[in-house]
């Protein structure tokens, strides 16, 4: 029971963002860049004495930590800029769709041949956010929010997969915030950049409880489950966060935004439940 009560806490953690995100950014108390970038700096701060806690030291300067301080760059800028134009469910179902095809591929290419259960999983579910990129399908639908979101799938996925080899992920993401910092700095630092009191809370809370305090117990969760258990939980973000912005930000539920959130969450499902089939290296 208790295992189940963190799980369902981090899932409500991740829908969180898209929707803490989108009530800052469209509802005007902060602009995407000053938005992104207090998220990173709460977000480490929090990590950081996350790590103090454990006695732990951080070896910060190492090759290996830049791809993902810059892929975790590439998710904080998408996902921002999505948000002036995306619905928070629509957005967490473009981005969880992403990453989760993308992690489908890269598994596929680099050791894993994909039965036709997988392939079926996969092809159903892109249909499904083809749906949702509709005009009309998802509310507000925008071709350049879409793409920016996309971009921050793929820059979660590239997070994602590089983390699976971190020896200590609490170090590690820590130490990729930490780096991100400067680069969100120079990428998105600008005279467009505005808050309001509102804003910055918005965004200290985003960065410091849900995307730091539920990075780091997600890490604590994951040992205790199943790698397939772990793809399956994730499924609910983006209903949850579809949920969640039809309930918090009034957001509009259409019928075919539905039908599309059932379709990338059976496919993935059907696609991450299927026996694994190794690579016949020869």
Known sequence: MRLFLLISLTMVAFAANSILTRLAIAGGHMDPSGFALIRVLSGAVVLGMLMTLRGRSLRLLRKKRL?????LAAYMVGFSLAYLTLDAGLGALILFGVVQIAMFVHAAITGMRPSLRQVSGAGLAFAGLLIALWPGAGGNTDVVGAALMVVAGLGWAAYSIIGRGAVDP???????FLLCLPILIVLLIGPALSLT???????????????????????????QIEGATAAVVQLSVPIL?????????????????????AMVVGGIGWTVTAPKVPVDHR
């Open 67 to 71: 791809p993902g301080a810059f892929s």
């Open 170 to 176: 609490l170090a590690a993401t820590t130490a990729n």
């Open 197 to 223: 009191i509102t804003g910055a809370a918005l965004a200290i809370l985003c960065g410091g409880l849900t995307s730091g305090l539920g990075y780091a117990l997600w890490y604590r969760v994951l040992p």
């Open 241 to 261: 966060a579809i949920l969640g912005g039809a309930l918090l930000l009034n957001e509009t539920v259409g019928v075919l935004l539905m039908v599309a959130a």
